[in-house]
């Protein structure tokens, strides 16, 4: 929980990954987008391409940036995973544009465990002594 060794260049490092990563992606999907072109399937189909990859990566956008502050449903999340696969670019775009305040996650991480801190210190605070070295009344 402590901004040290090396934190600094860690975030830098997660910005600077999680941004070529997603310009890196771009290019992938423009090869893909041109190889569809290309193949001369339509408009109709050239649109709908965008249009998913778009409307994926807006979702997935969504669903990481929300995934920072809270834990995601597991159910929800295994019936997202492939509209998340797709939408990939908004995933690291989100990871990328968290970096730049916080680490990604590092606020849900903080809240936990200042929640089990608290809850620890309030269930031993009760005890006073060793239980084993009770005494017996007889």
């Not at 929980?1 to 771009?26: E, N, Q």
């Not at 290019?27 to 990859?53: C, D, H, S």
């Not at 809240?111 to 002594?129: G, I, L, P, S």
Request: overall charge positive.
């Amino acid at each position: 929980m402590d901004h040290d060794h090396g934190y600094t260049p860690r975030r830098i490092g997660v910005a600077v990954g999680s941004l070529a990563a997603a310009v890196a992606s771009c290019l992938v999907l423009r090869f893909a987008y041109e190889g569809v072109a290309l193949a001369g399937t339509g408009g109709l189909v050239t649109v709908l391409l965008v249009v998913m990859f778009a409307v994926s990566s807006a979702l997935a956008f969504r669903h990481t940036w929300d995934g920072f502050t809270r834990r995601p449903d597991p159910d929800r999340q295994a019936s997202l995973r492939g509209l998340l696969a797709i939408g990939f670019v908004g995933s690291l775009l989100a990871y990328f544009f968290r970096s730049l305040t916080e680490a990604p996650g590092e606020k849900l991480y903080r809240a936990e465990y200042e929640a089990a801190r608290t809850e620890h210190e309030r269930r031993t605070a009760r005890r006073t002594r060793n239980p084993s070295k009770k005494r017996r009344r007889s």
